[in-house]
């Protein structure tokens, strides 16, 4: 069982930068693919960006490649998604997930965290 709890959402301007964390519990973090994922008032939930388990391979949506990196910590069982040129399209509920199959299929994650709010003015 993983535990996975999201923070460092929150309001920014337009071109302004965020960066989420996401910490989990457990000891076998470096198992799992570990991958963001957002959320939009009446949409679906999309896949962001995600990092293998021992961070030597990234892969990213098209529309945040360039802005967004995906990094992790294993030592402190810790993901982050650092976000840069943050645009108002971006304004979503930010969930981290961690899945032990693939990258970007949301059924594919076992674990989910509760979800940070970013928003961003224009």
């Known amino acids: 069982q993983v535990q996975l709890v999201e923070s460092g959402g929150g309001l920014v301007q337009a071109g302004g930068s965020l960066r989420l964390s996401c910490t989990a519990s457990?000891?076998?973090?470096?198992?799992?693919?570990m991958g963001w994922f957002r959320q939009a008032p009446g949409k679906e939930r999309e896949f962001v960006a995600a990092?293998?388990?021992?961070?030597?391979?990234?892969d990213y949506a098209d529309s945040v490649k360039g802005r967004f990196t995906i990094s992790r910590d294993n030592a402190k069982n810790t993901a982050y998604l650092q976000m840069n040129s943050l645009k108002p399209e971006d304004t979503a509920v930010y969930y981290c997930a961690a899945s032990q199959r693939s990258y970007r299929m949301v059924s594919d994650y076992d674990y989910w965290g509760q979800g940070t709010q970013v928003t961003v003015s224009s």
């Open positions: 457990g000891r076998t973090f470096s198992r799992y693919i």
């Open positions: 990092v293998s388990g021992l961070g030597r391979s990234t």
